[in-house]
């Protein structure tokens, strides 16, 4: 009986399969109908996402690097000038960080990075076109992405915008005391629409220094590396400083008459605020929360820190003391120094960085400017012109594949057998010329038709009243 019963069970297991495969053999290669066939195309890919880190990190960046303006900036450059002129240094760094953000806006960002041509921008994104959200009858509100980093087009223009906004704001150390109120605005106005735009477009926007652009071979030495600005911010501000003073002349008073700073308190912690600021001026230009920007927020702490012990050690040697102001000034001279090689270099290197701007600064603006006889009021060349040229030099010395490669194997500066040292002295050497030339003609024509300097009497009595009508310090 049981041999019966499972000979039954064997027969009746047998015949699903059997026709199963009847039904295989007769569809042959047909697909299953809820299987897709191996014809039909591949679904498409996944649409870019906003990376939520670096889009945090580059919104943090731009509000540092605003934060070096207002008040880093107007703190250390108020603190240098005398008392009866602190509010027109606030009021100058305050009123850009309103003009510029305006011009930027409008047009100043399609011009520095609208399109992919070698000298100057379009109008792609002329009135946030393109970079502000739109709204689509088929995909709700749409907010536009960069075409390289996953970070809207929105947050890269506020951080360059910052940079727009502090460049001019360095210039105004060369004119403070003497200078115009009204003549500054139109000045700054047309200085960041002729000169920031154009020079941020060859550097950052693709064009004739830009490193590795087409439109960067030959002459150009197949274009030039600056990580944060050392060409488009402190050599183009610092260099225009100078022209300022030379065209402006000296303040009334200077040099028979003692003009010292009248509050190093506000310097010092102006200082401390630009170091801090500057953490998000360098790092965050790799415009991404990653390893490169590791690399250049440690250069850029280690080369401020070289910075801030070598000025002091100087006057120290030179003086028998070292000073407040010598340790504050260093501090910002390692800062501008390290700014084009940031995410080149290592920080080893960058102490050295630090090291050589320091000292080179301390004798520009204590020697240098003495013997040549210029004013510039709060040292902005001695600092800026002359610390971005050293960076924009020594990028060229130290820049390393193994912080960044950049160049996809290729070596980059001279201590590991690369050739861009050349690309960096004709990228400074052009920011010179066009600096110093577009200065020099924007001051011509400001000066022929509203004038730069306010009358001597007025001076004397102080910008602060004449300008503005109110006084820094009211003791009563």
Excluded at 38 to 46: D, L
Aim: hydrophobic residues 50%.
């Amino acid at each position: 009986m049981r041999t019966i019963l499972a000979a039954l069970v064997i027969a009746l297991g047998t015949v699903p399969c059997a026709v199963a495969e009847e039904a295989n053999v007769a569809d042959g290669d047909k697909p299953r109908a809820e299987e897709p066939a191996m014809s039909e195309s591949p679904p498409p890919p996944a649409a870019r996402q906003i990376d939520r880190g670096d889009n945090a990190w580059m919104l943090t960046s731009s509000a540092l690097v605003l934060m070096m303006t207002t008040p880093g900036l107007a703190m250390f450059y108020g603190g240098l000038v005398r008392k009866k002129n602190v509010l027109s240094v606030v009021m100058q760094c305050m009123t850009m960080m309103g003009l510029m953000t305006v011009i930027w806006g409008l047009y100043g960002y399609s011009l520095a990075f609208g399109g992919s041509e070698p000298w100057i921008g379009n109008g792609d994104h002329f009135f946030m076109q393109g970079v502000q959200a739109v709204w689509s009858s088929s995909e709700g509100s749409v907010i536009p992405l960069h075409p390289v980093f996953n970070i809207p087009m929105l947050t890269h223009m506020l951080f360059q915008g910052m940079f727009f906004i502090i460049t001019p704001a360095l210039i105004c150390g060369a004119f403070a005391e003497r200078m115009k109120f009204s003549a500054m605005v139109v000045f700054m106005a047309l200085w960041g629409t002729l000169v920031y735009c154009p020079l941020c477009h060859w550097v950052w926007g693709g064009g004739v220094l830009a490193y590795g652009s087409p439109h960067a071979q030959g002459v150009f030495c197949g274009g030039a590396l600056d990580f944060a600005g050392g060409t488009v911010v402190h050599i183009s501000s610092g260099v225009s400083a100078l022209v300022c003073a030379l065209v402006m002349g000296k303040r009334v008073g200077f040099p028979t008459e003692p003009m010292p700073p009248h509050n190093l308190t506000y310097t010092s912690l102006g200082a401390g605020l630009l170091w801090v600021g500057w953490f998000g001026f360098n790092a965050g230009s790799a415009i991404a929360a990653d390893g490169i920007a590791a690399g250049a927020f440690a250069a850029t702490h280690f080369s401020a820190a070289a910075g801030a012990l070598a000025w002091p050690a100087v006057e120290w040697i030179t003086r028998g003391r070292p000073t407040l102001l010598g340790a504050s000034s260093g501090a910002v001279a390692g800062l501008v120094c390290v700014t084009p090689a940031a995410g080149f270099v290592l920080p080893m290197h960058a102490i050295l960085m630090g090291i050589a701007a320091g000292v080179m600064c301390c004798f520009t603006c204590s020697k240098l400017k003495s013997k040549l006889g210029y004013d510039d009021s709060l040292d902005a060349f001695g600092v800026h012109g002359l610390g971005g040229t050293l960076g924009a030099v020594l990028t060229g010395v130290f820049a390393t594949r193994a912080a960044w490669d950049i160049g996809k194997g290729a070596p980059l500066g001279i201590l590991e057998g690369g050739t861009v040292l050349a690309a960096q002295i004709v990228a400074a050497a052009m920011t010179w010329i066009v600096a110093a030339v577009a200065t020099y003609l924007l001051l011509l024509l400001v000066g022929a038709t509203i004038g730069l300097r306010v009358t001597e009497d007025e001076e004397r009595e102080g910008l602060d009243q004449i300008e503005h009508g109110e006084e820094g310090y009211i003791f009563s």
